[in-house]
């Protein structure tokens, strides 16, 4: 589904990634774990297309089509959804109104009827149970005022309605407490099916108690030093990245 | 009326500043179009009630001339255009059909008058209103149509506040005073529906570079306990030069209640230099919408003077430009008594080289205590070459008061644009949705639904011209 080959980005004249490879299989959940500055929110930003990272070298496909050379509306279009580190508050954009514009756009770019008013608010509701959100976030503007939590929540929301191929997760998990991470897991093990996929980029080991990966990566300085089944972050947690550091050292 | 001598206190050496101005001009005023223009008004209309006023007010636009980019209101805006090309005053002779205001009218229901290049169309207007609301050309009032309360009414305030010894585009509409809206509220009526007046500019027969003037004219009485919602539409029909130059007055009496709505839809070579004058009486409430989305340059003056203890004034306003459209509002709010209100908010929208201009001035005189006064001017550019000059003036003479402003210039948010394209909006459909998001501030207090709808149709079209 998404293949990432040897990726090199950065901002200006900053090199940030040093050559990422990576391949997400329709079904799997992918853990991408590091320290601040290891560059993973970079990769991140990368793939939904923000405009101030440069690739300079390599190549992304999502169903074999170059992504690099998408919009980020295209890649939302093509079954991508970034659910961001931090959302942005937009005043004046009422969330119905914004949730309804998306999908709409998203369905008419793949064919599909768009949703009138009714059938928008019955699939909304659904969700919305889905993930233990109040209605009333929905009537006001899109994260205006809305607790860290909630912003994240309404990341999830977005995610479950407009029902990506590739959910990609920055740091969802940071700031959150016991019981919004438990509400964020459980709306994503309800997302997950056999042709969806998820890409879940995290400092911390917790929320994969939750989410359980099907493979887990640490990254460090631009690179994916290591790879391996979901007990890697248990031994990540347990050791600390000083850990994989020091074996890398020693492997050198 | 204390006040307004206070007005003119504020301003000393208003008339020394321009006093060579005057001599000059007054050479070519002689030959301007706007005496040709004044006499053919005058010998084509023998003696009407007007004449009188009209010619006051013709003698005092001659000694004051056009104003230029050296008076103190006239700083930011250029209207030398305006004296140095020639205009035709308009007289009717134009026929339009309802079909060719498509899409440009407000679908409200009541009472309404047409007036299509400055005369009075019948045909087109439905001026059916209830008991107690009087909808009519004044010069059906002035031919003895209508009640005596009506002819007192005109007799008693037409030409009472809009102060043609201050401004010159005021005496210049009135020294054309032929006809005009009227529309008179009786005491406690409260009017469901609202009261559309029109005024509508269209290709007329016209000699090879003139342009065509037209002065509308309106004047609201809203009597106490009334309450009235008035929507001013100016519109423009093909193309060519214009020239549009309305006054409107606005008394609203104790108690009593207006909600004034103004839409500009000219024409994209049009000039238009408008003012509305406010007269309000204890406890009343008055609140002007107004809406520019036309014309090449746009002047719009709103004065209300609160001349009595508990109004409330609000004066909001929004504006799209593009390419080297201009807009220009001054307001003056005149606290003149204690324990009022005002708020005033307005938000520019521009982009190309346009330009924005916002003057808000709040006068508090020395026994308006308790006043509370609230002033914003927001404005979103959305191209580097547009811009905007923001200017609050607060004159406070009492000690007691709650007076603020602000002014914002800002841009688009990228991080913004960028979250909702990774939803899977399109770039185009993004921005209008922040544009719009911009502009609601202004929109959402419209309590008519279908007003509302038709505004917001109106500045999403309008935004068209801005990318």
New interface residues.
Partial sequence: MLEIKNIHAGIEETEILKGIDLEIRPGEIHAIMGTNGSGKSTLANVL????DYEVTQGEVLFDGKDLLDM???E???AGI??A?QY???????NGTY??K???N??RK?KGLEELDAMEFLTMVKEKMKLLDLEESMLSR?VNVGFSGGEKKRNEIF?MAV?DPRLGVMDETDSGLDIDALKTVAVGVNKLRRKDNAFLIITHYQRLLNYIVPDVVHVMMDGRIVRSGGKELALELEAKGYNWVKESLGAGV | MVFREGVREAEPGRKENNGTQDMTQSVQQETGWHVRNFEALASANGVTPLRDIRQGAFERFREMGFPTLKHEDWKYTNVAPLSRRSFVRASGGATITLEDLDGLLPPVSGPRLIFVNGAFSGELSSADTVDGLTVSPLSSVLDGGGDGADRDAVEKHLSKYANLDEKAFVALNTAFLEDAAFVRVARNVSVEESVHIVFVTTDADLPADEGLAVHPRVLVVAESGSELTVIESHIGLGGGLRFSNPVSEVVVMENARVDHFKVQLETDETYHVGSIHVEQARDSRYTSNSFMFGGLLIRNDIDPVLDGEGCESNLNGLFVLGDSQHCDTHTIIDHAKPHCNSNELYKGILAGKSRGVFSGRIIVRKDAQKTNAFQSNKNLLLSGDASVDSKPQLEIYADDVKCSHGATVGQI?T??L??????????V??RT??V???A??ILDPVRNRELATFLEDLLIRSLEKTR
């Fill in positions: 939904c297309g923000r405009e919009a980020p509306e890649r939302a279009c959804f970034m961001f959302p942005v508050e937009i005043p004046g954009v914004f949730l514009t998306a999908l756009s998203i770019s503007p977005q407009l | 948010d991080k913004a960028f979250y909702l394209r990774t939803r899977g909006i399109d770039e459909s993004a949705m922040l719009r998001a911009f609601i501030e």
